[in-house]
């Protein structure tokens, strides 16, 4: 780690370069712990994105959605746990000094994971494979404002404060946790659009605008779509409820309580902050949103991907 490139850090006191992202000292191990020992089966299922994009959402449906048969709503696991703690995140996997998975949970056939590792950064197996992943993200401004206000949490009370235009600063010259952001997206962008049955790619506002159309989809993707039956048994509409924020973010389970990896500690609480689209706008000046705007519009240009 000592001879990669490091910048100021966000959460710890510097963030490192490696292959071409950016991570703290702690998702950095992480990414190369998994590199060197993951082992991917073709049946597994990995949620990818950027943090702050609504993978704590994501992972509830993707659960929900992949264990419908096993659990029924009034005793669901979501109920009782976090979401964090059903689905395995892949660059924490050996860090967590929990037993991981949820051992009250019995492992279903099909394995889910969730991973912020950048697409040309994931461990070859998960490449070669041919398991699916879905791909989610969200609208890059929602996303710098989410991950500014989760920060102050995580945020080692030893350093100087990051004030709001350094960080914004950081973000646009791409240096931020797992940044540059245009290139995590864009990596998985291209991937789905040269195999699309196994590249999914997901964006957090059309999931909120449109939940029905979108977990059916999901479920299609897959490869566990939703029956004529269940549809009119409401099965579809149960799950969008289940997972929505409004009552996962009103559970005791995650009002209360900590996930912890060695010393990253961090309140459950903390990832569910308001859930909004546009919450940019209370945050950010004109200016400041324009800027990473331009800077979007140059990164994204000829790709065919806008927010
Ligand atoms: P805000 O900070 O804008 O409120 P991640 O899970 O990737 O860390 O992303 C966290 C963001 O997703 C937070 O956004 C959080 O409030 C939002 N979120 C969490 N659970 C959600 C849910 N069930 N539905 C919609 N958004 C949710």
């Known amino acids: 780690m000592s001879t990669l490139p490091k910048e100021l850090g966000w959460t710890s006191d510097h963030m490192y370069q490696y292959q071409g992202f950016w991570y703290t000292s702690m998702n950095l191990e992480g990414v190369m712990w998994a590199q060197q020992h993951f082992k991917a089966t073709h049946l597994d299922v990995f949620l990818a994105s950027t943090p702050k994009s609504g993978t704590t959402w994501l992972k509830a449906l993707m659960f929900a959605i992949m264990n419908r048969t096993r659990f029924d709503f009034s005793t669901h696991p979501l109920l009782t746990s976090n979401p964090h703690e059903l689905v395995t995140l892949l660059e924490f996997y050996f860090h967590w000094n929990i037993p991981y998975p949820n051992p009250n949970t019995p492992l279903p056939k099909t394995q889910l994971f969730q991973t912020h590792i950048p697409f040309t950064s994931l461990p070859e197996s998960i490449v070669d494979s041919q398991c699916r992943i879905l791909y989610l993200c969200r609208n890059p401004k929602d996303v710098f404002v989410s991950m500014y206000c989760f920060k102050?949490?995580?945020?080692?009370?030893?350093?100087?404060?990051?004030?709001?235009?350094?960080?914004?600063?950081?973000?646009?010259?791409?240096?931020?946790?797992?940044?540059?952001?245009?290139?995590?997206?864009?990596?998985?962008?291209?991937?789905?659009?040269?195999?699309?049955?196994?590249?999914?790619?997901?964006?957090?506002?059309?999931?909120?605008?449109?939940?029905?159309?979108?977990?059916?989809?999901?479920?299609?993707?897959?490869?566990?779509?939703?029956?004529?039956?269940?549809?009119?048994?409401?099965?579809?509409?149960?799950?969008?409820?289940?997972?929505?924020?409004?009552?996962?973010?009103?559970?005791?389970?995650?009002?209360?309580?900590?996930?912890?990896?060695?010393?990253?500690?961090?309140?459950?609480?903390?990832?569910?902050?308001?859930?909004?689209?546009?919450?940019?706008?209370?945050?950010?000046?004109?200016?400041?949103?324009?800027?990473l705007n331009r800077i979007m519009d140059q990164k994204l240009d000829g790709s065919g991907l806008t927010f």
């Open 152 to 291: 102050e949490n995580l945020t080692d009370i030893n350093l100087a404060p990051l004030s709001i235009e350094e960080a914004i600063e950081q973000f646009c010259k791409g240096v931020s946790l797992f940044g540059p952001f245009w290139d995590h997206v864009l990596g998985y962008w291209k991937v789905s659009l040269e195999w699309p049955e196994r590249v999914l790619f997901l964006k957090y506002e059309d999931l909120k605008r449109d939940s029905l159309f979108h977990v059916k989809r999901l479920a299609e993707f897959l490869g566990c779509p939703f029956s004529l039956e269940e549809e009119k048994e409401g099965i579809v509409h149960e799950i969008i409820k289940l997972c929505s924020f409004e009552n996962l973010s009103n559970l005791k389970v995650n009002k209360t309580g900590v996930l912890q990896a060695r010393d990253f500690i961090i309140e459950k609480k903390k990832f569910f902050q308001k859930g909004e689209v546009g919450d940019w706008k209370n945050h950010l000046t004109t200016e400041m949103g324009d800027c």
